[in-house]
């Protein structure tokens, strides 16, 4: 049925229904018309079987038998499709049956009466029986009435052909109405397919209404309208990480380009050539931390980097990460401190690549000869942390915090970069590294004390 219109198939699914009620009905009309049809004939047939049998009864004699004979012949000559049989063992006091009939018995249903089969009838008859005491010469009788069934057997099936005809075009209309009411029922969802129609790349910000839609379309509509928000957010982050990228590999380029061509523009000397190409080799390093953190990133955003967790002290991986920056330390004349213990589940390398990353940026913003400290805090369970980095320098404006983790983002009126080159990446990484560990970052600055930090989640499946 996937070829099949909505209006189609609801129309279909109406007829279907409309069948199977009108076949229930049917059904059950069918059954209470035949047990009212049989409760009719056994009324008929007891009433008539108690008359005669009253006769029988009376009679002693083969001279009032004979009576009894005319009586039944002038009721069953009056009513042509009822039939009396009398079977006794004494020849005189017999009607019909030369011996007793083969009458199949009936059940609870059918209140007690049986079936008879008649040779040249299509329809056997309904029998009542009863077996009337001796009297006087006559011995027992056993006297049965019979009614013919054929007209009540052709009015069950001419009801049964009239309901089936009549079921067959009910469901036609049903269908008809089904498919009328679906194709009025889905305007407002074609009305949205044709604003659907007119979305355009061009136009990012454009939505569709949904002020006059359902309630259930109007859901469906704010679902797709957020989806759209997410999209044009997405792409202005994707296009403003182009341009960025694009900047920040203009810079080195022009340089290296800049440098070759004056070198090449007279005879030079070793010296100066070396120098050259040890400047050169700067902007290549810088040019490939660019390119390895933007592979980083992208593998983050994809999930294609396999984590290789276990649970370890983090004050020690703080510890090995500051022997790692050492030097840089005592260059800006700056200590490392480490408050507080928590263990967590992490991937060593990627939880250093965080660490390193976030204090350099410590070294890079925090003032000459002052305290950074690394605060370690244990979660709501276990496995869970907190790491926050602390530094004294310039506060940090309320709407750059929200910023700090973007890619190629640069507080330049707030923080004192002191000449030195950096692409602006290192935070990003440290967001991506707590994404991979099921944590979130934060940022906060006041009083000239800034601490940049992330959390770090229990991994699911010890969760579960």
Known sequence: MTWLSIAQ?????????????FALVGVVLHQVLRDQIVRYQHAELSTKLRSVAHSVAMCDSPERWRKVQDKIENLTTSERNTRFWAWSESADFRLGADRALPVRTGNARDYGMGTLDRPGMTSPYRTLEQIVPAYGQRPPVRLWIGIDSQPYVAALRTFALAFVALALVGTALVALLGHWIARVGLRPLQRLSSQARTLSPSNLSQR??????PPELGHLGG???????????????LDAFNADV?????????????????????????AQLEEVLQSNLEELERMRGIVNDMLFLSRADQGDIALDRACVPLAAEVAKTGEFLEYLLEEAGMRLRIDGAADAWIDSALFRRAMTNLLHNAV??????????????????????????????????AEHLGRMFDRFYRADAAREHRGERHHGLGLS???????????????DSGDGVTTVGFSLAEPAALRA
């Open 9 to 21: 198939r609801l129309a279909a699914m109406f007829a279907l229904a409309a069948l199977l009620v």
């Open 208 to 213: 569709l209404r949904t002020e006059q839609l």
């Open 223 to 237: 679902a797709f309208n957020g989806a759209l928000d997410r999209l044009e957010a997405a792409y202005t982050r």
């Open 246 to 270: 694009a900047h920040e590999l203009r810079t080195p380029l022009a340089n290296l380009m800049g440098q070759t061509q004056v070198a090449l523009s007279r005879p030079r000397e070793a």
């Open 364 to 397: 890079q913003h925090g003032t000459p000869g002052s305290e950074i400290v690394v605060e370690l805090a244990t979660g709501r369970s276990p496995g869970e942390a907190r790491v926050a980095v602390r530094n004294r320098g310039q506060t940090v404006a």
């Open 429 to 443: 990484i440290v967001k991506a590294i707590a994404v991979l560990h099921g944590g979130a970052v934060f940022a």
